[in-house]
C-alpha cells in the first residue's frame, strides 16, 4: 500500500504476525460464502458466514483460529470506534461452538467440539454483527460517502511450520497474511448504493427498497467491499481482464480528466506486468478511489481490487506512481502472498522495484536520475541494514522495507542483466502462484536463474 499524506504526498506502509509453534503438520483448505446487510446510514454491516474447512495435513486439528482483519484498523490507527463482532459460532450438526475473542478481535479461536481429522471437512456458521466508524485511512464511511470495508469477513489463519499465525497485533504496516481462498458474497444495500467488490459481480436485483448484489471472488487472499451513491463507472480491457472503475465524484481531485488518467495508468501498468509476469488471472481488477477521512489518503491493494488517491497535482505524477505501485501488488501479495508481519519486503520492495520499471516502460520522464535514485538514497543512509525483516524490527520501515528492499532488487537487476532478471522474476511467480512465499523462494529463482556470482550483494541485504 501506499499512504499518501494530504499535501506532502509522500508515504507508505504496509506489516507482520507470526506463530505458535508446534511441529504439527496441519493444512487446510477453506472457501467462504457469506450472506450480509450493509446500511451505512445505520452505520451497520451483519453477515452469516458458511466456513468450509478441510483438514489436509496429517494430524487433528482440536481448534481453528480465523482472523477478522478489519478490527486491525482500530489498533493501527487508534480509532475508538468501529467492531466487527463474532455473535456465534455453529458447526455443521448445529451445535453452538465455544469461541474466544482475542487480540482485539482480530483474531478468534473456536474450540472443536471433535477433532477434525486429517482428510475430513467441516462447516462452520458464523455470525458476526458490525458498527462502521468514520473512515480512518482505509476503513470507515468517508466524509464523502463512500463506504470502505476492506477484510470485513472471517478467513481462517494460516497454519504454518511455526504452527497457528497468532502471533501479536503489528504497529506498523498492513498486518495481512492469508492463504488464497474462495469467496462467493451477497450482500443487500440501501437502493442507490453500487457496491464495488473484488470478485465479479454475478447479479443484482432490487425489491421493496434494497440491492442485493452478488460476487464471487475466487482464489482471493481477501474479501473487500466498497459501496457509494455517486459512483462514477470506468472500464477498460486489458488481456483477458475488465478494469472496473468507481470513482466518488464528490472526492476533492476526482475529475473526467483524473478518473480517464487513472485508468489509463492501471490498464498500462496490467499490460506491462502481463509482459514479463504470470498473465493476471483473474477476470476483473476494480479501481476505486481512495477515501479522504483526516487529511491522510491511503493507497492500498487488495486480490482484485486498489485504491489510489486521485489528485492532478503535479500532474497527476503520485496517482500514477499509485497506480502502477498498487497494479504491482496484485503479483506481489495477491497472487505471490507473503507474511507481512515477517517479510514485509517481499510485497513492498518488489511493488515499489517494479513501478520503477514501469514508469521507466511509461517512458514518463528519465528513470535514471529520479525514481530508482530516490530509493538509492536509503543505501547511503542505513548502510548494511537487512531488509528481511518485520516492521517491528525495522526503526525506519519504510526506508529498509521499501526503499532498501527497490535499491537491493534494482542492484540484483543491474548485476544480472534486465532480461534475466525479469525472466526469473516471472519463474518466481509461477511457482508460488496462489502460495506463500519466503525469502529463500525468492534467492531459489535467482540463483537459478543467474550464472553471476551475487552472493556479494545478497549477504549485504538478507539476513
Ligand atoms: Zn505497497
Known amino acids: 500500500m501506499k499512504k499518501v499524506l494530504m499535501v506532502l504526498l509522500l508515504g507508505a506502509v504496509c506489516l507482520a504476525l507470526a506463530g505458535c509453534g508446534k511441529a504439527r503438520d496441519l493444512d487446510f483448505e477453506a472457501w467462504y460464502d457469506i450472506d450480509a446487510d450493509l446500511c451505512p446510514e445505520e452505520r451497520t454491516l451483519s453477515y452469516r458466514e458458511k466456513a468450509v474447512v478441510v483438514n489436509t495435513g496429517t494430524d487433528e486439528a482440536e481448534e481453528l483460529y480465523f482472523h477478522i482483519y478489519a478490527n486491525m484498523f482500530k489498533h493501527l490507527y487508534q480509532v475508538e470506534d468501529g467492531d466487527i463482532a463474532v455473535t456465534s459460532v455453529w458447526d455443521g450438526g448445529g451445535r453452538?461452538?465455544?469461541f474466544e475473542r482475542m487480540q482485539e478481535g482480530v483474531l478468534y479461536r473456536m474450540a472443536l467440539d471433535e477433532p477434525l481429522k486429517p482428510g475430513e471437512g467441516m462447516e462452520l456458521t458464523i455470525t458476526c454483527d458490525g458498527r462502521i466508524p468514520d473512515l480512518e485511512r482505509k476503513y470507515g464511511v468517508s466524509p464523502d460517502g463512500d463506504v470502505h470495508l476492506p477484510l470485513f469477513a472471517a478467513q481462517?489463519?494460516?497454519?504454518?511450520?511455526?504452527?497457528w499465525d497468532i502471533d501479536p497485533l503489528p504497529e506498523e504496516g498492513d498486518g495481512r497474511y492469508a492463504e488464497a481462498a474462495d469467496y462467493a458474497l451477497t450482500i443487500r444495500v440501501p437502493e442507490g448504493y453500487t457496491v464495488a467488490c473484488n470478485g465479479t459481480e454475478t447479479?443484482?436485483?432490487?425489491?421493496d427498497g434494497v440491492t442485493a448484489y452478488r460476487f464471487r471472488a475466487d482464489k482471493r487472499r481477501e474479501l473487500v467491499v466498497m459501496a457509494c451513491r455517486d459512483y462514477a463507472r470506468r472500464e477498460r480491457t486489458v488481456g483477458g481482464t475488465k478494469i472496473l472503475g468507481y470513482f466518488n465524484t464528490a472526492v476533492s481531485g476526482v475529475t473526467e480528466r483524473s478518473m480517464d488518467q487513472v485508468m489509463d495508468w492501471a490498464a498500462f501498468a496490467l499490460g506491462y506486468y502481463n509482459s514479463f509476469l504470470p498473465d493476471y488471472p483473474y477476470d476483473t481488477l476494480v479501481v476505486t478511489n481512495a477515501a479522504l477521512g483526516s487529511n491522510v489518503a491511503v493507497n492500498m491493494?487488495?486480490?482484485?481490487?486498489?485504491?489510489v488517491y486521485i489528485t492532478e497535482q503535479n500532474g497527476g505524477y503520485a496517482s500514477r506512481l499509485g497506480a502502477y505501485h498498487e497494479v504491482a501488488h496484485q503479483w506481489f501479495y495477491g497472487l505471490v502472498g507473503n507474511d507481512e508481519n515477517r517479510e514485509p519486503w517481499l510485497d513492498e520492495g518488489f511493488a515499489t522495484f517494479a513501478t520503477g520499471l514501469c514508469l521507466e516502460a511509461s517512458g514518463a520522464e528519465d528513470v535514471e536520475g529520479t525514481y530508482w535514485d530516490v530509493y538509492a538514497v536509503s543505501d547511503e543512509t542505513l548502510p548494511g541494514r537487512k531488509v528481511n525483516v518485520g516492521p517491528d524490527k525495522a526503526e525506519v520501515y519504510e526506508f529498509v522495507v521499501y526503499n532498501r528492499g527497490?535499491?537491493?532488487?534494482?542492484?540484483?537487476?543491474?548485476?544480472?542483466?534486465r532480461e534475466a532478471f525479469l525472466s526469473l522474476l516471472g519463474t518466481y511467480c509461477r511457482d508460488n502462484m496462489y502460495g506463500v512465499a519466503r525469502t529463500e523462494d525468492f534467492l531459489s529463482a535467482l540463483y537459478a536463474g543467474t550464472d553471476r556470482d551475487v552472493s556479494a550483494l545478497v549477504d549485504e541485504y538478507i539476513g
Open 301 to 307: 491493494e487488495y486480490s482484485g481490487m486498489l485504491t
Open 156 to 163: 481462517l489463519a494460516v497454519f504454518d511450520e511455526d504452527g
Open 203 to 207: 447479479g443484482c436485483e432490487t425489491a
Open 406 to 417: 527497490c535499491s537491493f532488487l534494482k542492484r540484483l537487476m543491474d548485476a544480472v542483466g
Open 96 to 98: 453452538a461452538l465455544d
